[in-house]
């Protein structure tokens, strides 16, 4: 071949390589240059969603993620769309919901009993289930300590090897049948639409109810209402009053576990006007099978 041939030839090839190079570049501008993503069927320039792309990825962008995969494709892009199913972050779980199977229920004398007398009483209990033991006679469910006022105490533990019982929860009652009067016999035909004998209904009443904060709202509340009343019934109570001392939210939970307001009881609570609490009252009752169900130690 001649040289001016060699020459032509190479000419030829030089410029058709610059040309190429020449449209390829033009795409690479006007693909900068756009406004929006180009997608398509078969590719997709896009950069994560999770956080806005740095200028060394939107340069990477431009020319590596052409085709669709699994972790870079999608129809319909939006840079401040949420992230993805699979970087979606889990709500927080609820609390689980405790039941009497979970909690380990224990009747003591009330909180200002003497060391001396807790020893006294507890030895008594135990020479009692001795003696019924040996004479093969059947226990009552539930024994209260005399005085007319009891101390129910709530004990749970949790899952796990090395956890250890522990109180999460105390409540304060009385046990003794108190009498009626004309204004809660008022409030029982006003509320239940029954007409007891006059003084004829007994009485007992909650004191107070306490959770600890890591266990609220675990439904450990409604078990002891549930305890006490099964205990109050045993004592053959016909209903429980109480004050509830807090804000609306707390009559309303009172209301969804079976109480009702009494206002007719305001004065005779000590609590006129409401200036303590709302009263409530609420019939008292144990379930057939309950005592099996429940955990629950005396003494």
């Not at 009993?113 to 469910?141: D, M, V």
């Not at 576990?257 to 009252?281: C, H, R, W």
Request: net charge positive; hydrophobic share 40%; charged share 15%.
């Amino acid at each position: 071949m001649s040289p001016s041939s060699i020459s032509s030839s190479l000419s030829s090839s030089s410029n058709s390589c610059w040309r190429h190079l020449y449209y390829a570049t033009v795409l690479l501008l006007f693909a900068s240059s756009s406004s929006s993503y180009l997608t398509s069927e078969a590719f997709v320039i896009v950069s994560p969603a999770a956080s806005p792309p740095s200028s060394s990825a939107k340069a990477a962008a431009k020319i590596a993620p052409l085709f669709a995969t699994p972790n870079n494709y999608n129809n319909n892009v939006n840079e401040n769309a949420p992230l993805l199913p699979n970087h979606q972050t889990t709500a927080p779980k609820k609390p689980q919901l405790l039941t009497h199977a979970d909690i380990t229920w224990k009747l003591r004398p009330p909180e200002n009993t003497s060391k001396l007398s807790r020893l006294q009483i507890k030895f008594g209990a135990n020479l009692l289930r001795l003696y019924s033991k040996l004479k093969g006679k059947t226990l009552p469910p539930v024994l209260c300590p005399k005085g007319g006022r009891a101390m129910l105490e709530a004990y749970y533990k949790e899952p796990g090897w090395f956890q250890r019982e522990r109180r999460i929860g105390r409540f304060g009652f009385t046990t003794l049948r108190g009498p009626s009067n004309n204004e809660i016999d008022a409030t029982i035909r006003q509320v239940y639409k029954i007409n007891p004998p006059p003084l004829s209904a007994t009485i007992a009443a909650i004191i107070y109810m306490f959770v600890e904060p890591n266990y609220r709202h675990r439904n450990v509340g409604s078990l002891a209402l549930d305890v006490i009343s099964a205990v109050q019934s045993v004592q053959a109570v016909d209903f429980t009053v109480l004050v509830a001392a807090g804000d609306d939210t707390l009559v309303e939970w009172y209301e969804r576990n079976g109480y009702t307001k009494a206002p007719l009881l305001q004065e005779v609570m000590g609590s006129p006007d409401g200036k303590f609490g709302v009263t409530m009252i609420a019939p008292v009752g144990v379930t057939e099978g309950f005592f099996d169900e429940c955990n629950l130690r005396w003494w």
